[in-house]
């Protein structure tokens, strides 16, 4: 067990629709990350949270937005789902030396498995 | 241009062999760090090890090592001794910057599916 935990593990829905996908940090950790998985784009950066606030950015698209809660879990919700949308959703976090070597290293989720139909 | 580049999609092993793993990458912030995450089959991403810009030697944690060549800018892994167990997708991740300010994210490459052969 990571200590990040991502629900729900699995999820299947219709195109159109709208989830959302919850990640709860390991204990401590003030930054939460979420990247994409999928077989034609791989492992694709979406958006970084820290204590709150935004903090970077990457390939998210207008139909997906995030935010992270006063107590550190973070959402992201997914609208007007699309066939391509399909794909294991990551939540990652990470605080000051988790490792031996002080970097600062990302700890992942399981994962959350999306399947639109 | 690519930031992380792994041009092995598959590489096979027997038991025991050791393998070794290629990672490139391109930056030009002097300061970065390079891992490496393992993804079984069942899904999840497990880090390995971490290599710093400015680390003068190469990082070992047990089996794994990491062959950082700076100059060439390559962070190869080295699995020594392999397991079954080691089946897996290994995917090489960069972070660029370091201080308060800069981005955390990691950019990954695509992975190098690795089968360990009894």
């Known amino acids: 067990d990571s200590g990040v935990t991502q629900t729900p593990k699995h999820l299947i829905t219709a195109t159109g629709q709208r989830v959302t996908l919850r990640c709860s940090p390991r204990s401590g950790d003030l930054s939460v990350y979420w990247y994409q998985q999928s077989l034609d784009q791989g492992l694709q950066f979406l958006i970084q949270y820290y204590n709150g606030e935004e903090r970077a950015k990457g390939n998210i698209l207008e139909r997906f937005s995030a935010q992270q809660f006063p107590d550190l879990h973070s959402e992201l919700n997914l609208s007007s789902l699309e066939l391509g949308d399909s794909a294991l959703y990551f939540c990652a976090s990470s605080g000051r030396g988790t490792s031996p070597s002080g970097a600062n290293v990302l700890t992942f989720g399981a994962g959350s498995r999306l399947t639109v139909l | 241009a690519q930031k992380i580049t792994q041009t092995q999609p598959g590489m096979f092993v027997q038991e025991k062999e050791a393998v070794t793993l290629d990672c490139t990458y391109d930056?030009?912030?002097?300061?970065?760090?390079l891992f490496w995450y393992k993804q079984p089959s069942s899904g999840e991403m497990i880090f390995l090890i971490y290599q710093g810009s400015y680390d003068q030697q190469n990082a070992t944690e047990g089996r794994y090592s990491l062959n950082f060549q700076k100059a060439r800018k390559s962070a190869n892994l080295v699995i020594s001794a392999s397991q079954l167990g080691d089946s897996a997708m290994y995917f090489c991740?960069?972070?660029?910057?370091?201080?308060?300010?800069?981005?955390?994210?990691?950019?990954f490459g695509s992975g190098t599916q690795l089968t360990v052969l009894p």
């Open positions: 991740a960069m972070r660029e910057g370091a201080g308060e300010g800069s981005a955390r994210q990691l950019t």
């Open positions: 930056t030009s912030d002097p300061s970065y760090g």
